[in-house]
């Protein structure tokens, strides 16, 4: 029985010397980093050091170039994803809440739901040959996103665009769960949230982990995810300057002030 | 419990009410040929056909621009190749509608297809520029066809045929042209709110967003664009056979902006702006032209009036109304535009 305890869990995304340059500037130099299935991974540092951009290079929204020590790679789900475009790579099962939200505003709160929805049932392509952990991952529809963010329900008919900073990041939660991703990344989903609604997207995201999904979380503050994340990435100036689990972070307050504000 | 059962009871109300004036809008219109013959007007009969017409146009471009966010200002190109897809085989003696259809349906499905894949390899300006390009290439090319007209255009002496019926007969044409933009119509609101609709509108905004919710965004917006080519072609049948003529006219940039400003004036992506734009417009045009010689100048100056007050189409002029006069304020949260 504790034979299956020791064998490292499968990993779900995997970056391997991702370089990115932006216009001459060098954005990413040679990241590598890896997210295990079910497993909650922090990705932290200041702003301007290459966060959002990596997101992006993993959405193939932004073209990765080789490095110096050779082909930046990007893996999901064991397939290279790194020359694919935006829309397969969601199909694969990677769910996006991006930086400002970014909802549809012209769409109702509903159909911002359901246009995500369309994704279901293909957003895992071998569903049934996939981990166990991805294989029970609930399946997200719109009775389940309503009955975690009861608001949108309340607020189904009314314009996106109406809706409040916190309601619209609940928006961009449950929409990108409308797609069943298998990954879910989510960028500074916090930033200008009043701190109750911080609160409760924590606790969903909490929630999330705890039924198996695995997260990808970028921020600027630690304090909050020091006690939920397993893994830690620190980025300064599009590196990799820092890795490891909460309790090491805990016992390095130096790398708190490297790259992290609030912590 | 009550006040919610109150609530939709009165919303039901309201719907059936709204169906039954639309019904009865239907009903009044398809009795429009009626009229004519007992007020002796066939005049107005070619006017309303005029305005149906263009409207299934307009209904078409509403397709792209209102809900896809791409602005054509090559839509004309499609009018042309419908009107040039019937005065071409009847200057040839091929006077059956079916294959005129035939013909139409397939040119411009081709040629949006190609044209299309092309200019949506851009968006904003770039989009807007490729299109009156492609529109203005093909101007040229039936101002150089001498054997068909050139610039002086094609004469049609006979309508397109459908069995008995030809439509070179006003009231036959009419018909069938309101029976296409009902169904037009209707087809458009429910491509609005169907999964398409939304891939449409929301990548309107924000194309990367829509994508990386799995959506190939390219291919919708192919596909919108290649269905608003066919629609146009079909008014573009109908339009040649209302003038019994063709001509490279049909096809030129400003043939294209009337059809933007009907859209634009009705209330870009709302289901029945377009058609509410076509009445306007012509209405309005027919109006002036009558009273005065500077009725352009007129014209432009009600455009301008509506662009100023803040709406974004008569539609929208129209909800505002309909909130003041019911002296109620306006409903939060109502969908963009």
Avoid at chain 2, 36 to 52: C, E, I, K, M, N
Avoid at chain 2, 67 to 82: C, N, P, T, Y
Avoid at chain 2, 324 to 337: E, M, V
């Amino acid at each position: 029985m504790t034979v299956s305890n020791e064998i490292p869990p499968p990993k779900l995304l995997r970056l391997e010397n991702v370089t990115l340059r932006l216009d001459q500037a060098l954005v990413l130099d040679g990241v590598s980093l890896h997210v295990d299935e079910g497993e909650m991974v922090t990705l932290l540092g200041r702003n301007g050091m290459g966060k959002t951009s990596l997101v992006q290079a993993i959405m193939g929204i932004r073209r990765v170039q080789p490095s110096q020590d050779g082909q930046s790679q990007i893996w999901f789900a064991e397939q290279e994803i790194t020359r694919l475009p935006t829309h397969v790579i969601a199909k694969l099962g990677i769910g996006l809440v991006p930086e400002q939200r970014q909802i549809f505003p012209n769409l109702t709160v509903r159909e911002n739901l359901q246009v995500a929805a369309r994704v279901v049932g293909a957003a895992r392509p071998g569903r049934e040959n996939a981990p166990s952990e991805a294989a029970s991952l609930p399946i997200w529809d719109l009775a389940r996103v309503e009955e975690i963010f009861p608001i949108l329900r309340d607020r189904a008919r009314q314009s996106a665009a109406s809706l409040s900073g916190g309601e619209q990041q609940m928006l961009a939660i449950a929409r990108a769960l409308m797609t069943n991703p298998r990954l879910l990344i989510l960028d500074e989903v916090c930033e200008g949230i009043a701190p109750i609604i911080r609160q409760q997207i924590w606790q969903c995201l909490t929630a999330l982990r705890q039924m198996g999904m695995a997260l990808l979380v970028i921020d600027k503050n630690i304090a909050d995810l020091l006690d939920r994340a397993d893994r830690h990435y620190i980025l300064q100036k599009g590196q990799v300057v820092w890795q490891g689990n909460s309790q090491e972070l805990r016992s390095h307050p130096e790398m708190l002030e490297w790259g992290v504000a609030g912590g | 419990m009550s006040k919610i059962f109150y609530r939709s009871k009165n919303a039901a109300f309201a719907q059936t009410k709204l169906g039954a004036i639309l019904l009865l809008l239907i009903l009044l219109a398809a009795c429009l040929p009626l009229f004519t013959q007992w007020g002796d007007a066939p005049f107005v009969l070619r006017f309303a056909s005029r305005v149906v017409i263009l409207a299934l146009a307009a209904t078409a471009l509403n397709l792209i621009m209102g809900f896809g966010g791409l602005v054509s200002f090559g839509q004309a190109l499609f009018l042309g190749l419908g009107a040039y897809g019937v005065a071409i085989p009847s200057h040839l003696g091929f006077e059956n509608g079916f294959l005129h259809l035939a013909l139409v349906m397939l040119a411009s499905g081709v040629v949006g297809a190609m044209t299309g894949m092309i200019a949506l390899r851009t968006s904003g300006l770039g989009f807007i520029m490729i299109s009156l390009a492609f529109a203005e290439m093909f101007y040229y090319l039936f101002v150089g066809m001498k054997n068909f007209g050139g610039d002086d255009g094609l004469s049609i002496l006979a309508g397109s045929r459908f069995f008995a019926a030809t439509l070179a007969n006003q009231t036959f044409l009419y018909l069938m042209a309101l029976a296409i933009l009902l169904v037009a119509l209707l087809a458009c609101h429910l491509l609005k709110n169907a999964r398409f609709g939304m891939v449409l509108r929301g990548a309107a905004m924000n194309k990367m967003r829509m994508a990386s919710l799995g959506y190939d965004v390219r291919r919708y917006q192919i596909l919108a664009y290649v269905i608003a080519a066919m629609v146009t072609g079909i008014a573009g049948m109908l339009y040649a056979n209302l003038m019994l003529y063709a001509a490279p006219s049909y096809l030129a940039w400003p043939m294209s902006g009337n059809l933007i400003m009907m859209v634009v004036i009705g209330g870009l992506g709302t289901s029945i702006g377009p058609l509410l734009g076509a009445i306007l417009l012509l209405l309005g045009e027919e109006i002036l032209q009558r009273t005065t010689e500077h009725w352009m100048f007129w014209l432009g100056a009600m455009i301008l009036a509506l662009a100023l007050s803040g709406k974004t189409g008569l539609i929208d002029v129209m909800t505002a109304w309909r909130a003041i006069w019911q002296k109620a304020p306006l409903r939060l949260g109502q969908p963009g535009k």
